[in-house]
């Protein structure tokens, strides 16, 4: 690699930078901490990166990521206010603005309480919770693609899909939101967690939901039904509490989460003709 002054780091481990606490060292490992870093890198690689935001929705193998990683380093990690409206820097962590909202009774984007993921992840992912996606508030993204050209894009000009968004290979940079005030939204976060914490096992390793809901149903629900919960391989495990999640009990490998999707991914062809598409991103 030619790049100069850039921060450029060796065999980092992703182990430790998925929430899943699975993954290989990455063998060259950017921290963008400028736009003009990110153009350089970008160019430098012929745009083939892989971009890491929180790591809480990626499946990465155990070998060696070849591929080179990016994350946006602590210069994208800002919120700024005005009234109602939010400018928030990409690798701003959601809980942060979150936070802020609670403190200022601001409504929009609180459904997302408890999604452990960066502000530029879950714009890309277009995540949602409780019946309201990350994208109904968001009035502007500004992002890079692959050539190293930024622009700001307004709502009207992206698509924003269910867990998709034309963000897919472009770097979100930053975002505004519209959001509302509300005196019930901490009576609502406080639901929306609780909830959470009753439905979803929270207190280990996982990515999240693995799979997208069929039309008119739940990947959750269809799992059940196959008598899945709690199948276990080496240290994975399809958790007892929500059969979508696959939870890292003990020091589970790539391969051992692999097969229990493609497990799952038959037994619930076998019993209702459904293919469950995958939610979660692999790397490697
Ligand atoms: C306990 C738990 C609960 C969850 N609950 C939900 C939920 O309720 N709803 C839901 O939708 N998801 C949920 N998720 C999944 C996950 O949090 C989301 O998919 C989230 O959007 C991923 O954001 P991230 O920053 O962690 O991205 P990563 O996992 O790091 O990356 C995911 C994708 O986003 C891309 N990306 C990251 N940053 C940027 C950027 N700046 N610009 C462009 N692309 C970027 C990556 O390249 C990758 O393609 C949950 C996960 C966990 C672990």
């Not at 012929?46 to 994350?71: F, H, M, Q």
């Not at 939101?177 to 929306?192: P, S, W």
């Not at 391969?255 to 619930?268: A, G, M, N, P």
Request: charged share 25%.
């Amino acid at each position: 690699m030619s790049i100069k002054k850039i921060e450029l780091r060796q065999h980092v481990d992703l182990k430790g930078l998925t929430t899943i606490k699975i993954g290989g060292p990455a063998r060259h490992f950017f921290v963008a901490h400028s736009r003009d870093d990110l153009a350089e890198i970008s160019k430098d690689t012929g745009g083939a990166w892989y971009l890491l935001g929180r790591g809480s929705n990626l499946l990465v193998k155990d070998s060696c990521i070849e591929k080179p990683v990016i994350t946006l380093g602590e210069e994208f990690d800002y919120l700024r206010a005005d009234n109602e409206t939010l400018e928030v820097g990409a690798a701003t962590p959601f809980s942060r603005v979150l936070n802020h909202c609670l403190k200022s009774d601001l409504s929009g984007v609180h459904n997302l309480a408890g999604i452990p993921a960066s502000c530029g992840g879950l714009l890309r992912m277009n995540a949602s919770s409780f019946k309201r996606e990350i994208s109904a508030c968001v009035t502007e993204v500004e992002a890079m693609d692959k050539s190293g050209t930024i622009s700001r894009i307004a709502k009207e000009a992206l698509f924003f899909g269910y867990r998709a968004s034309s963000l897919k290979d472009s770097i979100v940079l930053r975002a505004w939101f519209i959001l509302h005030r509300d005196t019930r939204v901490k009576n609502e976060v406080r639901n929306f967690l609780k909830i959470r914490r009753e439905t979803q096992e929270l207190s280990l390793p996982s990515c999240g939901c693995i799979f997208k809901n069929p039309p008119g149903t739940s990947a959750g629900f269809l799992i059940e039904q196959c008598g899945l919960k709690g199948l276990t391989k080496n240290g994975a495990q399809i958790s007892r509490k929500h059969a979508n999640f696959i939870v890292n009990v003990k020091n589970a490998s790539y391969e051992d989460v692999d097969y229990l999707t493609r497990f799952i991914k038959d037994s619930v062809y076998k019993k209702f003709g459904i293919i469950l598409e995958e939610e979660i991103e692999r790397w490697g």
